[in-house]
């Protein structure tokens, strides 16, 4: 179901649409003009063209529109209508939700670990040789230190 809601709490209700959303779903906005229609157009052509008229002349007129911003998160739905008269004040407040929202924690990257190379047999007994020689060394080094 759509709810309208007024300017101040649709910010609000997008606003909890982001928090619901930062880690598995997707936030859908849209902002888009609202044409006052004067009559209603079904699948008639000839209606579709009235429309088309109607609204050339609406552009050709350059008044100022409402605007129709409408948010979605799954199957909850929001939208509201901004008159002009408040479109300068609801374009800072909307920038500043979406600024707030879309900063990001940074996510620490994982240190990738080295692949081990597989050694050889003569690698082996060499890395062997010298751990034999490490021990024979760290002993004598006790014993010394003994006397």
Excluded: C, W
Excluded at 42 to 68: H, M, Q, S, T, Y
Excluded at 105 to 118: R, S
Excluded at 128 to 146: C, F, H, P, T
């Amino acid at each position: 179901m759509v709810k309208k809601l007024k300017s101040e709490d649709f910010l609000s209700e997008l606003a909890k649409f982001y928090t619901g959303a930062k880690d598995k779903y997707s936030v859908y906005l849209t902002i888009k003009r609202l044409y006052l229609e004067k009559q209603k157009y079904k699948k008639n052509p000839a209606k579709r063209r009235l429309r088309i008229k109607d609204r050339l002349e609406e552009d050709k007129e350059n008044k100022a529109f409402n605007v129709l911003v409408r948010a979605k998160l799954r199957k909850q739905r929001i939208h509201t209508i901004i008159t002009p008269d408040e479109l300068s004040r609801f374009h800072k407040n909307l920038t500043n939700v979406l600024y707030i929202n879309f900063i990001k924690e940074e996510k620490k990257k994982k240190e990738k670990q080295m692949p081990v190379k597989k050694m050889s047999k003569t690698q082996k007994r060499k890395m062997k040789k010298l751990k034999k020689i490490s021990k024979v060394n760290n002993k004598n080094d006790k014993m010394v230190v003994d006397k």
